[in-house]
Structures are given as C-alpha cells and as structure tokens.
C-alpha cells in the first residue's frame, strides 16, 4: 500500500525543509526541497533565477519540478513560500500528497529570516529596504488566506522540529490515509 506524499507549506522561514527532513527521517520517507531540486535542476541559485528572470521565471521552473516530484509516491517534499499560489501546481501535488501548512507568527518568522535576509529575493534586500518585519508581514499578508485555503491540515510551526514533526505525525495516523500501515506501526514505537 502507498502512502501519501506529505507536502509541507507555509512563509518562508516556517521550517518546511528542517521539519521534512524530520518527518523523512521518522517514516523512512525521502525528502524533496523543492527550492534545492530547482537549484540543482539549474545550476543557479534561487536568488540568481530571480535576478535573471524574476519571480515568473523562477514559478514556471517550480512548476515543473512540482510535476516531477508529484509523479513520485511516499516522499516528504518541502515547497518553497509561494508553490500553492498556483492552482494547476495545488492540483498536482494533491494528486498524491496532503498539504501541510506551518503556521508561525511574523515575528518568529522576521527572528529566523534575519540572517538570510540576503539571500531571500523576496525580502527586498538593500539599502533602502523597509524594515524585514514590515516585508515579512506584507508578505504573509498576501498569502495567509490561500495558504489556509489548500492546506489539509495547519500545525504551529514556531516550535521545535522535533515536536512539529511529532504533531503532524498524530494527525497523518489519525486521517487514516496518509501513512501505511508500517509506517503507522512505525510511528506508534
């Protein structure tokens, strides 16, 4: 029996890869980056994409990817901030998978973002940039509703890993279709 592909969503900054790598870990699963696999897939850095081709540039070669790694049953898979902004790319991943939403306050996310800020194109880094709270919380703002819209469950995710990890667990063994039943049994030790 297949297990569904758990997707994890939320703001950059929520914890998505360190959480998947968890939950990876915990059900034997592999993990998937989405961000990581577009790197690899390129050659270039999240960041360069951008720079080069901006954000509809960088979304058409996440879609891609997305369709790929649907294609692929019993993973974890770590979506980048702004993969369910598009409902072709939703409809996709719940094909095999559920949506995971980490749910964490702006300023957790602002706390965890402040030494990536560089490396982030979407919060405006420079000079001039507006304070990072301030674009986190625009951000957030923009996105917050569609991301409650295709989740299939929301967690709080400005806790540890380990107890994230440990509360997406509970729920996947109580949907009843999400982990197999050695997984289940897996989880139960």
């Given amino acids: ?11 950059m900054g929520a914890g998505k890869t360190t959480v998947a790598e968890v939950l990876g870990r915990r059900l034997g699963r592999g993990v998937v980056d989405i961000d990581r696999e577009i790197e690899r897939w390129t050659g270039r850095t999240v960041a360069e994409i951008f720079a080069e081709g901006g954000e509809a540039a960088f979304r058409e070669l996440e879609r891609r990817v997305v369709v790929e790694v649907a294609r692929m049953p019993d993973l974890v898979v ?3 901030g702004g993969t369910v902004l598009r409902d072709d790319t ?3 991943l719940l094909l095999s998978g559920v949506i995971v939403q980490l749910d964490v306050p702006v300023d957790v996310l602002a706390e965890r973002l402040a030494p990536q800020r560089a490396h982030r194109p979407l919060l405006r880094p420079g000079p001039d940039a507006p304070p990072l709270h301030a674009v986190v919380e625009d951000v957030l703002a923009a996105r917050r509703a569609r991301y409650a819209e295709v989740a299939d469950h929301v967690v709080d995710g400005s ?8 509360r997406i667990l ?7 279709d ?11 030790t």
């Fill in 1 to 11: 029996m297949m297990s569904r592909t758990i997707c994890l969503s939320g703001m």
């Fill in 78 to 80: 770590a979506l980048g």
């Fill in 90 to 92: 939703v409809a996709d």
């Fill in 159 to 166: 806790g540890g890993p380990e107890d994230i990890a440990e």
């Fill in 170 to 176: 509970a729920w996947a063994m109580d949907a009843g």
């Fill in 178 to 188: 999400v982990l197999t039943p050695s997984e289940y049994e897996q989880v139960m």
